[in-house]
């Protein structure tokens, strides 16, 4: 099984800066795509960006320009730093991660817990 532990939430002014970390642990066999997907009260879950194997990554036009998400392949850890935060980047940040526990598991993705990123004067 994998478990993923997400750090990094908190409050912060508008025009602030959050870094978020989701680390891997558990019985891991191959780690995939990786991503982070956040929820406003009241609205649905979206995806915010997401990383490859190969370190390709792909972006919400809402943050394009302002986070940026990398990887760490040798700690199983995904990051977004997120620069120029509004207050309608406040939200549930989760992380999602698709791997496979054991050789023969098949592909599966996980959550994280969430992590609350907060945006306000």
């Known amino acids: 099984q994998v478990q993923l532990v997400e750090s990094g939430g908190g409050l912060v002014q508008p025009g602030g800066s959050l870094r978020l970390s989701c680390a891997a642990s558990g019985s891991i066999f191959s780690i995939d795509d990786m991503g982070w997907f956040r929820q406003a009260p009241g609205k649905q879950r979206e995806l915010v960006a997401a990383?490859?194997?190969?370190?390709?990554?792909n972006y919400a036009a809402s943050v394009k320009g302002r986070f940026t998400i990398s990887r760490d392949n040798v700690k199983n850890t995904v990051y977004l730093q997120m620069n120029s935060l509004k207050p309608e980047d406040t939200a549930v940040y989760f992380c999602?991660?698709?791997?496979?526990?054991?050789?023969?598991?098949?592909?599966?993705?996980?959550w994280g817990q969430g992590t609350q990123v907060t945006v306000s004067s």
């Open positions: 990383i490859s194997s190969g370190g390709s990554a």
């Open positions: 999602n991660v698709g791997g496979k526990a054991t050789r023969f598991s098949p592909p599966t993705y996980y």
